[in-house]
């Protein structure tokens, strides 16, 4: 860091066996010395339940409204309400803020907001925090009343001796004790107005998104939390002996902040959409909460069904009834649908499905990011079920794709999968502010009397295309069911019926292909090393590349967000390089792993595609630890790959 402010260095050794109290620092607002960055990363972590989350979602909501490049990461306990005071129990979040556009969490934290010293340590076990992170933890764990608590904190501290953490030791609960009875219900704020003062946020527009957030609640509520804030940033002024200046650079267009599930919910308002069909699972259910405040004003139902499989029934009888509906769900829930996913394209129903995943298999890690559903999306349904997958990055790419993929299911008479993930589900970015497009909305059916002799499977031969026919238009009625059928929809077991079918149905994504754009390669056009990604990991896969290039490696990048069919060009695309590599979140074997030949190894999913698609040798780096993908480690990585091909 650059202290070019004040008079008081500032510290980075551990924390000593009798750490300073709050009050040795007291007078620090005349000597505090400010850090200009051009970005920092910082985490607000608690037990379950005491607000950590409030306190950080506000902190970047606010980081982002500056001006500030913003990107979010939930830290998020598997179970609902785990023992508090223990390492499973942390829950936070974690926002790293930038003069520039933040596309990823970063590597590691540099400062932390730590509610107890168990989730601390939770978060250092993981390698979470920076060498020499600063850390402001609540202090009356040192000195309270239990012994075992005592012994628990001076444990703790001893594992964690071994870094350069800077311990700064913060009373929350003897200062939100001056206001409020229940201290944890307090705490947050008091650690918001801290980070406020920290990092230079603006008290109005805080205040301002509090009045939001407890809108609904009395009066009381915002006072006392606009107090908690205050207070915590009195006492910051007071104590610290360093501030964090990361400038913002506010856009020239208006800006919106939002995660990948509102944006989801508001991609699909946007496309025109009328149902949401929807059973709760995490992480996907925030998307239908959204929208079940808001869609109603715009013409819009969510259904809420008894299990997976009605709701996606329900989507698909509104379709086919001239509707545009989606379903939204995880991959538990993508694998319930599966028999309904096989009708809707044997029907040729138009039908959008969002799949947030998560880490599997089976429950799995229902509140981890991971990208382990690809194969399952592509290939997860009996016979052959040809349809569209898109995958978006971020985001922005959350609300623009369901526009998209809204007018592909329409124009195709297809399923469209979505595949977003727990990064994006949770995560908040700032983006500018789309521009609205009528062609985004959807026409209203054709109600029109179909022409005598019109076949309700009019496949034109060349594109495999034909016109949606909808209940009560008159001279349109026909039996549709699940079984093979001809043009007429009458049920056919005659080879050359079935044949035809899956022609017809496989050639609409040959057509869809044509129109497609071959994928922009990032840095330059051959080289040594490609790496290919998809979905959530771009920022991550893009910042290590610059990384690298910087360097003096020879790697490029590119993204894909069609994965069914293909974007266009890829082999070309890969012959032009010596070795092409795909990051992904989902399992692949080691190759030095005990018994792993060329033979038997597992490979990442987009890999094992893209192999498949190209007959090129492309390789993969995967991992699934739970947790977004660090630029760092790919980095890393990639300079790996690299040894391997010149040595």
């Not at 924390?15 to 620090?28: D, F, H, V, Y």
């Not at 017809?504 to 071959?518: G, I, T, V």
């Amino acid at each position: 860091m650059l202290w070019i402010e004040g008079e008081t260095a500032m510290s980075t050794s551990p924390t000593p066996a009798a750490p300073p109290s709050s009050a040795s620092l007291a007078g620090a607002r005349t000597a505090s010395r400010i850090a200009h960055l051009p970005q920092h990363t910082v985490e607000v972590v608690s037990d379950s339940g005491e607000g950590a989350q409030k306190c950080a979602q506000i902190f970047a909501r606010v980081s982002a409204r500056m001006g500030n490049g913003v990107w979010t990461v939930e830290i998020i306990p598997a179970e609902i309400q785990p023992p508090a005071r223990t390492p499973v129990s942390a829950s936070g979040n974690r926002i790293r803020i930038g003069t520039k556009p933040v596309s990823n969490w970063g590597d590691h934290a540099d400062l932390v907001m730590a509610f107890n010293e168990q989730v601390l340590l939770h978060r250092h076990r993981l390698g979470a925090l920076a060498e020499d992170a600063i850390i402001l933890i609540e202090d009356m764990w040192a000195t309270h009343d239990d012994p075992d608590i005592r012994k628990e904190w001076s444990d703790a501290m001893q594992e964690m001796s071994g870094r350069a953490y800077r311990f700064v030791h913060v009373p929350m609960e003897q200062q939100c004790l001056t206001i409020i009875d229940n201290p944890r219900r307090g705490k947050n704020m008091f650690a918001l107005g801290c980070l406020a003062w920290v990092y230079f946020r603006d008290l109005e527009k805080i205040k301002a998104l509090i009045a939001q957030e407890f809108a609904k609640k009395a009066p009381k509520v915002y006072e006392q939390n606009v107090a908690l804030l205050e207070l915590g940033h009195r006492w910051a002024e007071e104590h610290l002996d360093f501030r964090i200046d990361v400038p913002a650079a506010p856009s020239e267009r208006p800006m919106v902040v939002m995660n990948g599930n509102q944006a989801v919910a508001i991609g699909c308002i946007a496309a025109g959409m009328d149902l949401c069909a929807m059973y709760p699972i995490t992480p996907a259910t925030s998307a239908s909460h959204y929208l079940s405040d808001v869609f109603e004003r715009f013409g819009g139902i969510v259904h809420q069904a008894e299990d997976e499989i009605a709701a996606i029934g329900v989507a698909v009888g509104a379709s086919f009834a001239g509707k545009v509906a989606f379903t939204i769900t995880s991959g538990p829930g993508l694998a319930l649908k599966t028999e309904f996913i096989g009708l809707a394209v044997m029907m040729e129903v138009p039908l959008v499905i969002v799949d947030v995943q998560r880490g599997g298999p089976s429950t799995g890690l229902p509140t981890k990011v991971e990208q382990g559903d690809l194969l399952a999306a592509l290939y997860g349904q009996p016979g052959d079920a040809p349809h569209v997958v898109l995958a978006p990055a971020t985001m922005e790419e959350c609300l623009l794709c369901m526009t998209t993929a809204r007018r592909i299911a329409e124009a195709l008479r297809c399923v469209v999968i979505v595949l977003s993930d727990a990064n994006l589900a949770t995560g908040v970015q700032p983006f500018p502010r789309p521009e609205p497009n009528e062609a985004w909305l959807a026409h209203p059916p054709d109600l029109a009397p179909v022409a005598e002799g019109t076949r309700p499977y009019e496949w034109d031969p060349l594109s495999g295309l034909s016109r949606r026919v909808l209940p009560g238009q008159p001279g349109g009625m026909f039996t549709a069911t699940g079984l093979s059928h001809d043009e007429w929809s009458h049920v056919g077991y005659t080879p050359d019926v079935h044949e035809r079918g899956c022609v017809m149905r496989s050639r609409k994504l040959a057509a869809f292909q044509q129109m497609l754009k071959p994928p922009v390669v990032n840095g330059n056009e051959s080289g040594d090393l490609l790496v290919v990604g998809w979905g959530s990991t771009l920022g991550a896969i893009e910042e290590a590349g610059e990384r690298a290039r910087a360097d003096g490696l020879s790697v490029s990048t590119l993204h894909l967000r069609f994965l069914s069919p293909l974007e266009p060009g890829l082999k070309a695309i890969f012959q032009r390089f010596k070795k092409v590599m795909t990051v992904e979140i989902n399992y692949s074997d080691d190759p030095a792993a005990p018994y792993i030949t060329e033979e038997n190894r597992r490979r990442g999913q987009l890999s094992w595609l893209l192999r498949a698609h190209t007959l090129v040798d492309v390789d993969c780096w995967t991992r699934v630890p739970g947790e977004p993908l660090q630029p760092g480690q790919i980095h890393e990585a990639m300079r790996e790959s690299i040894k391997g091909i010149q040595g």
